[in-house]
């Protein structure tokens, strides 16, 4: 028999989910769950409908791996280039030993390199910002979040070898074949109200608190929301991610060995720097290619109840998509609520979280070799 989602298991995660809209701080969430190559479930609580979609945050990250997985399959990209020989304009300053892989596993030596809006608009000032841009640390040296460096390279890099803006080719070549049309960067702000869920304070106690401009709070500005930074703008359903995962495995779009090569995790450690910018942590995280996967230690808020081969993202400030290959199972959860701060370490949005993704990661009871393979043969 083969394994299955447990219904028991399921309504679980589902009333956990929904007891935080409606008995907590979150306006809305979105969750949905898929295995095998279909959609199980999909369900939406609080002020939304089944067609609003989220600001992924960080989840998008994912989103982006597929991207450059695909451009690898397809013998368009090797990882081992360096930047600098794809995107001349990147080298000054040191730069020109930096390669593919290391941006993508965020060891590059730049995490905080500056791209605003609305410089980030035209091309010839992104890639004029990519020669001012200064290492921080020799490149592989320290594993750092690049938060929205990283993705702006990817987008060029994307661009270079295909011709196509990273938008469109994301649009043309992978989101309209495969019908997951909700999934968007760079939303024009006409477009925005009715559509993308708006991004809410679940902890505002006066009309005059003011959010931290930087970190999620960036992206609740319709301008900067449709200027499309590549790893944090991208809005979609929720269901929608969950079949983006599956797609990675069942559509055919992808070759099986670029996903293989994608997930098969670079290094183990744990990031560095502040807490907001995803450092620090008692779990190491382990990095593929522009996801994170559980491996040993299930870092950076990905579940421990899956199997090593799991992978994904967290995002800010309650979400989360991941897939794993072992149980066949794909699972996002978004939302539209953030503390003034943006994020929340607190003791209840750590349990909220860490709640959600065990629960989400137990749906399929894994048996026969999958589940000899587990965290603990990996651990011990």
């Excluded at 596993?105 to 992104?126: I, V, Y």
Aim: net charge negative; aromatic share 8%.
């Amino acid at each position: 028999m083969p394994d299955k989602v447990d219904p028991q298991r399921l309504d679980t995660l589902l009333s956990r989910i929904r007891r935080e809209v409606e008995h907590g701080p979150l306006p809305s969430a979105q969750v949905a769950v898929a295995h095998d190559g279909r959609l199980v479930a999909f369900e939406t609580y609080g002020d939304a409908a089944a067609d609003t979609r989220y600001v992924l945050q960080s989840v998008g990250r994912s989103i982006v791996a597929g991207v450059v997985w695909k451009l690898i399959g397809d013998g368009l990209l090797d990882v081992g280039e360096q930047v600098a020989a794809i995107i001349p304009e990147f080298a000054p300053h040191g730069k020109e030993e930096v390669t593919v892989e290391q941006v993508l596993t965020h060891t590059a030596g730049f995490p905080f390199a500056p791209l605003g809006h609305p410089k980030m608009l035209d091309r010839e000032l992104r890639l004029a910002a990519f020669g001012r841009w200064r290492l921080d640390y020799p490149p592989g040296s320290r594993f750092q979040f690049h938060l929205t460096s990283a993705a702006w390279l990817i987008a060029e890099i994307v661009e270079r070898r295909t011709g196509l803006a990273f938008a469109d080719y994301l649009h043309e070549r992978i989101v309209r074949p495969l019908g997951l049309t909700s999934i968007e960067l760079g939303v024009p702000v006409d477009r925005q109200p009715g559509s993308v869920a708006p991004m809410l304070a679940t902890d505002r106690t006066a009309d005059d608190q003011e959010p931290d401009p930087w970190g999620p709070w960036y992206l609740s500005d319709p301008k900067v929301l449709a200027a499309g930074e590549p790893s944090h703008a991208l809005v979609a359903t929720a269901a929608d991610v969950a079949l983006y995962f599956q797609a990675l495995t069942h559509s055919g779009l992808w070759k099986p060995e670029a996903v293989a090569e994608g997930i098969r995790i670079r290094l183990t450690e744990h990031p560095y720097g502040e807490q907001i910018y995803g450092g620090g942590g008692q779990r190491r995280t382990s990095m593929g290619l522009f996801v994170t996967v559980a491996g040993p230690d299930a870092g950076s808020n990905l579940p421990s109840s899956g199997s090593p081969a799991l992978f994904g993202s967290a995002g800010a400030a309650y979400q989360l998509g991941f897939m794993d290959p072992e149980s066949g199972l794909s699972f996002a959860c978004l939302c539209n609520g953030y503390p003034l701060a943006g994020y929340d370490h607190s003791p209840h949005g750590t349990a909220l979280l860490t709640d959600i993704a065990n629960l989400a990661a137990g749906l399929v009871r894994v048996t026969g070799p999958a589940a000899r393979r587990g965290r603990t043969t990996l651990s011990g």
